[in-house]
């Protein structure tokens, strides 16, 4: 065999291998024939029988018409001529055959190429729609979408214009998108108006077939042509309708329902990468509002402390001239925790969002601002020369407030307390340039209202040193190194002690017994008021249950304890008092509570609950520092007060003034006639003490009478005065 095969190969050394396959099968060639091939062929079979029919045609006549010809001796005329006409018939036959089967061969090669073609085409539109998920999966702007989505459905229906149309609300379609020529563009369509608003309540796809309404077409004046054949399927996901895909076909073209399919497979991809594109819209404003809200003031929309930061360090990094400067503004409104404590934090908001608007226009279109929480803004200047300029911003910032702020119907007038940091070599950094001015800012609160204070070097030295003081109180009042001392207190006419009042003392280690002016004011401000307000109304009970068993006294002495503005805010106020004099065993009329005229200012309904649940106790509530305030008479009627504390700056001017000295007189009379104790406080001298004996002031209390004493100075005095 292989010899054989050697030898073959021999004989035919120019065929290949395919070739002597098909030898072998018994055909010249694997090849299909081409349409082309075919039709040569029948031209050569038609060409050679009409030559060979001519031929015997010829011959046959000249056998049968031309006598003069004589056929060969053994040859039959009419044999011959019959013979003739029987291979004429056969090759006719031959002739037809043949052409019958170059015809099937035709039809089969015709049938082959359209089904070719038709495979092609499908393979086309998988491909397109492929590329066209492909694409679109890629995409993430919902617009580059929707521009996708009909580039792709052009590429797939070789389609002359579409559009795209959305839901919008429940009911509603909206186009979003449109290319070429259509008619779609701003279109609005409830569902089940119109095609697409048919597709959109049956979210079935529609096969379009002839032109709409052709009457109206004719009539559009400069109308684009109509389209003769369109299709329109519903853009699903998930069972949720998102929109219609409407394709207009080319002119002269009609689509089928092949297409129609083909279109909607493509509209469950299209719906699918809206979707997608939808999310990461929605995922990417949501991750820019918390952005914004990571960045900005909720409430004034203003940049907040982090933002605003870092634009000082921006400005303080970029090139500069030398004489180009950068302040920093930091301000508090003064008096702001009253306007949220009377008429509550609502109208604050009120007041903080009209103050933030008023702020942007007093400010520069370069310069930035920020709300630092609460009432602290700030503003950061660019570009000045001296710090002159940055005083001429902040007291264009105070100029705001000339107008007042209305709430609710009311005006609220308010002032506001600037410190202003410039930036130096020591204060080259944004952390810096904010602690300087909030150093300034506080230096000027203290220094009174409404007023700018630009900073300077003391002024760090003194918060350093206020600091440590805040860290020392605090530790004070842990290691319990803060005392109670008491001054007594005289009803004048009958010289005898009939109370005490408690007053805080601190112990301490360096500087020694300091009083309690020396660290009220920075308590207040650090927050630790109501620590020491609990440790003095604990500790003073104490004492005064354990003089009543020391001291033989002809009467109960009473006891006078300050409370604070923020600790008669605290809501477990009422709670603490009733604690300790259930702990010391002290009866509750013998406690007197002393709040000034400030505190019950601050909130009169929160304030006037907490004074009705104190004297719901037994205790009695003093009025402190009466006659500074701007309606004390309407606080002795409002408010269940029990004693009034003349303020020692009218007992100054008692023997000097006659004004100060007729107040007095009329404070005494009106508690007379509301059956309300009266004490005069800082009786310093002898006039001052005769002079309110002749104006029968019945209480007092001072240095010239008593000054105040720790717990065992006070039980050697009253065993003396005794």
Partial sequence: MQAG?????????????????ARIAGLRSFETPTLEAIEYRRYQLWVLTIALLLTLVVALATFTFWHDVRPPAWMNPRIAQWGLIG?????????????????RLTQLLIEERVLTTALTNRLREVSTLLEAAKAMNLILDLQEVLETILDCAHELLGSRDGSIMLVHGEDELRTVYASGESAARGARLRFGEGIAGRVATTREPLLISGVIDPERRAQEAGAHPPPTSSLSVPLVHRDVLLGVLNINAAAGYTYNEHQLRALSL????????????????????????????????????????????????????????????????FLDLDDFKLINDSLGHGAGDEVLMAFADRLRSSVRSGDAMARFGGDEFAVLVEDISSPTHAVAAAERILSLFAEPFTVGGRSVWLR????????????????????????????????????IVVFEETMHA????RLDLEAELQHAIDERQLAVHFQPIFALMANR??????????????????????????????????????????????????????????????????????????????????????????????????????????????????LNALKSLGVKLALDDFGTG?????????????????????????????????????????????????????????????????????????????????????????RRFL
């Fill in 266 to 329: 493509f509209g469950e991809q299209a719906a699918a990468a809206i979707a997608n594109a939808r999310l990461y819209e929605e995922q990417r404003l949501l991750a820019s509002q918390n952005v914004y809200q990571a960045l900005h003031d909720l409430l004034t929309n203003l940049p907040n402390r982090a933002l605003f930061l870092d634009r000082i360090t921006h400005a303080l990094s970029r090139r500069r001239r030398k004489d180009q400067l950068i302040a920093l503004l």
């Fill in 462 to 465: 003194d918060a350093l040193r």
């Fill in 416 to 451: 506001a307390s600037i410190g202003i940091a410039v930036e130096s070599l020591i204060a080259s950094s944004a952390e810096a340039l904010l602690r300087n001015a909030d150093t300034a800012k506080n230096v000027a609160k203290g220094q009174g209202k409404g007023r």
């Fill in 87 to 103: 291979i004429v018939l056969l090759f006719c036959a031959y002739a037809i055959e043949k052409e019958l089967q170059l015809r």
């Fill in 5 to 21: 095969s050697v030898r073959s190969s021999e004989e035919t050394p120019g065929w290949t291998l395919t070739e002597r396959a």
């Fill in 630 to 718: 701007y309606s004390s008479l309407s606080h002795l009627r409002r408010f269940p007060v029990d004693v009034v504390k003349i303020d020692r700056v009218f007992i100054d001017g008692v023997t000097s003034d006659k004004g100060a000295n007729a107040l007095v007189q009329a404070i005494v009379r009106l508690g007379r006639g509301l059956n309300i104790e009266v004490v005069a406080e800082g009786i310093e001298q002898q006039s001052q003490a005769d002079a309110l004996l002749q104006l029968r002031c019945p209480f007092g209390q001072g240095w010239y009478l008593c000054e105040a004493l720790p717990r065992d100075a006070l039980t050697s005095f009253l």
């Fill in 497 to 610: 002690i009939v109370g005490v009042e408690a007053l805080v003392r601190w112990h301490h280690p360096e500087r020694g017994l300091l009083p309690a002016a020396a660290f009220l004011p920075l308590a207040e401000q650090a927050g630790l008021m109501v620590q020491i307000d609990r440790l003095v109304l604990h500790q003073a009970c104490e004492t005064v249950q354990e003089l009543r068993a020391e001291v033989p006294l002809n009467a109960p002495l009473s006891l006078s304890v300050n409370i604070s503005p923020t600790h008669l805010q605290d809501p477990g106020l009422v709670d603490e008092v009733a604690s300790a004099l259930k702990a010391t065993r002290l009866e509750a009329e013998r406690l007197v509570l002393e709040i000034t005229e400030s505190a019950i200012l601050a909130d009169t309904e929160r304030v006037s609950a907490h």
